[in-house]
């Protein structure tokens, strides 16, 4: 950990421009070669237990990509001063922090969708990509590029879920968009009469999809497992 | 003979390395070890094991101790579609034409499907066709509903070749029972088209007057309910169209309704039979599943407090798949247990397991498919602790 702070320093004295190819790494390297879902396989719970459909999967992801950004920004400052023996409980409550901002907005704002989501958004805070990022991320590197790394965490969240919950609505329920201003029933459009595949809509069918895009990724990757 | 066999040495050559259907190697290489004995046979002398038993005749064998039940389900689905259209007098030919059009196209889906993926995979993989497919090929037809829509068949199919087989490494690697995996697809994919009153089929005739598609599952359950006899319910379904369907004596023949293999108690044993004379089963585990399933049952018998717990144990071992799973899905070479401990034990959790699931939970009529996947799962489990406690005993035994 202690290296890799030392390096970002000698970078960053020679005034590192704001999107530097490094940086941009931090976004793009979550979404696919080191996805925290289909690579660290974290945050599988949520994964699989709100992608039936495709609104509360991107209210998920809003959620949880602001979350890890902002906690991620406030741990990075503070990361100088947390003793290192309680760090956990800080961290725990940084993001409790930011978690009920993000439940209180949905209760607000869109109060449907937050009771759809129930318990879901209140376990962002033990949702592990959170807490991973702030250990391995925050707690060693400045703030801006926290804050990067903690966006590219949360969309390479949201892409997976986006996926997951696409596949399984349109082949579950027949339908794209169920709930927003442009929904649509595709077969039902196209004048198909389409049978619901009810093992999609369970969470054991969502572990099987999951299962099979971490199986493609790592084809079109050619990863190995390391013996 | 003599022709087809020029015309394959004639093609040969554009599959072998630098011929132009190179990548297809192994699709040729299926065909030719499928029609003729290959070329690279062992000799007559030496010391090599020369037993010509292959992973291919071991599947044959076993696709031989399923005829019977192929044949009776094939009469049996036109037997009973006449009775539930009041025409008892029915002649056998018509009986066999009406089953044939209804089996032999899910069969053929079947195969299709299934050995469509093994190709692809094959071809991909770089590796010989193996011959896995041709049982769970077979198996497929025979636990599924006459009147199952044949694109269910199809993608059930695919979904437990790739899923259920190709994930883990292809044939011999699988965890779950590829046949039941299929079927376990079906049943959480599309409920509607694999329970309920589904196993009788009708077609575009109505039904006989006081046609019911009640099972002896279902009859049993809702006994519970009722508070009734469930073996006085069973011996009085069917008055006036199908007198005596769901009598004990009918029930080990098999002449009812269910999916299209596995009514008849009767044809699994005679197919336990081969399978156990020719060694391609393990007679442990068959055995060790009646005596699971007859043991709770009887079990639950002492126990008494509702109908389906107070029905006769030896009912359990006729009415459901049970026969047919102990038979041929527990049997499964690769995701059965390996150690002889173990198979009683894996036999004995599945028979529990299967009664367990019939008479206490009322979501899943039917436990044997669930049983079995749940055993298949913890076999490994079950031979590593075999195995580990023969290490423990041998070491006691040993003076270092």
Known sequence: MSTEVAEVEVVEKKSEPLFSKKNRKLISNPLDIDNPITVQVLGICSALAITSQIKPAIVMTLGLTFVTAFSNVFISLLRNTIPSRIRIIVQLAVVSVWVIMVDQLLKAYVYDMAKLMSVYVGLIITNCIVMGRLEAY????????????????????????????????????????????FEWHVFESMGIKYQGNGLLLLPAGACILLGVIIWVQRTLNGYRESH | MKFLHDQIEKIKPHFMKGGKWEKHYYSFEALETF????????????????????????????????????????????????LAIGQAGATLGDKITVGLIQVLPIVVVSYGVGLGIEFVFATIRRHPVNEGFLVTGMLIPLVMPPDIPLWQVAVATAFAVIIGKEAFGGTGMNVLNVALTARAFLYFAYPTDISGSVWTYLGDAKAVAGYSGATPLSIAAESVAAGTNVVSQLNSFGAGWNEGVFTFNNMFMGIMPGCIGETSTLMCLIGALILVATGAGSWKVIVSVFGGAYGMGLLLNIIGGNAFMEMPAHYHLVIGGLAFGAVFMATDPVTASQTETGKWIYGILIGVFTVLIRVFNPAYPEGIMLAILLMNVFAPLIDYYVVSANKNRRLKRATV
């Open chain 2, 35 to 82: 029609l003729f004995a290959p070329a690279t046979t062992n000799g007559a002398k030496g010391a090599q094991i020369r037993d010509a038993i292959d992973l291919k005749r071991l599947m044959m064998t076993v696709i031989i101790a399923m005829v019977p039940c192929l044949l009776f389900g094939i009469w049996n689905v036109g037997h009973q579609h006449f």
């Open chain 1, 138 to 181: 925050a707690m060693g590197n400045k703030p801006w590029p926290s804050f990067l790394d903690g966006l590219g965490n949360g969309l390479g969240y949201g892409v997976i879920l986006i996926i997951l919950a696409f596949v399984r609505e349109l082949f579950g329920g027949g339908t794209l968009f169920k709930g927003l201003p």
